[in-house]
């Protein structure tokens, strides 16, 4: 019987120069685990000195460091900067995009990008009106459209998973004040998911949202670390056991 493969997974790390103590601890507890995926916010503001000291921090670490932009990496409007950066120390960046890898003969895909904005059944942004609201709610089928061609294109791996920055349910947002919903995620992100059936979907952003939730037969987790409580959970995927377990 093949092993489980072991996940480590956080996200809204905002990396700084400030915080790279902390982080350093936090990679450095990690152990036993296959891969390392971090759900956006990788850095404070966006700005390329944050992203050098995720770098420096990644550079070195042993499992393989998979990972997507989030609204603050954004927010200096230097990703040409800073996803080199990341990319130069080995770091998997989503932009969107997919990769695959095989682990003692299982194959492990994982389709992630950011995601977006638009909210959730009762209160969602229209594509009608004003040209920069259309303008977003196109943004948001963009994102759709790259978790739908990643989720295709690693339909055929043991082991699928879904990498988020912006929530796809509200199941993960219950503890933010209903009035944000709409910043936090939208539901549009949910029906590849829907669809295809991923083993796994992670995402951050919700600082005060829940840990747990789903979309249709699929178990989503908000790995925030305010949510969280600890700097990384630890996921196993089995094919002989369903669903995925979180484990600590």
Known sequence: MARPIRIAAAGDIHCSPESRERVEEAFARIAGVDLILLAGDLTTHGEPDQAAVLADICRSAKPRVVAVLGNHDWHANRIDELVPLLEDAGVTMLDPGWMTCEVDGASVGVAGT????????????????????????????????AIA?????????????????????????????????????????????ARHRPDLVLHGHAHAGTFEGRVGESAVYNVSVPVMGKDFWVFEMSTERRPTTPIH
């Not at 904005?117 to 004003?130: I, T």
């Open 149 to 193: 061609n990643g989720l295709q294109a690693i339909e055929g791996c043991d082991h699928r998973v879904v990498l988020l920055h912006y929530a796809p349910t509200t199941t993960t947002l219950e503890g933010e004040p209903r009035v944000i919903w709409a910043f936090l995620g939208s539901s549009r992100l949910s029906a590849p998911i």
């Open 114 to 145: 950011k995601g977006f904005v638009g909210g959730f059944p009762d209160s969602q942004l229209p594509d009608f009106g004003e040209p920069i609201l259309r303008q977003v709610y196109r943004d948001t089928t963009a994102e759709v459209e």
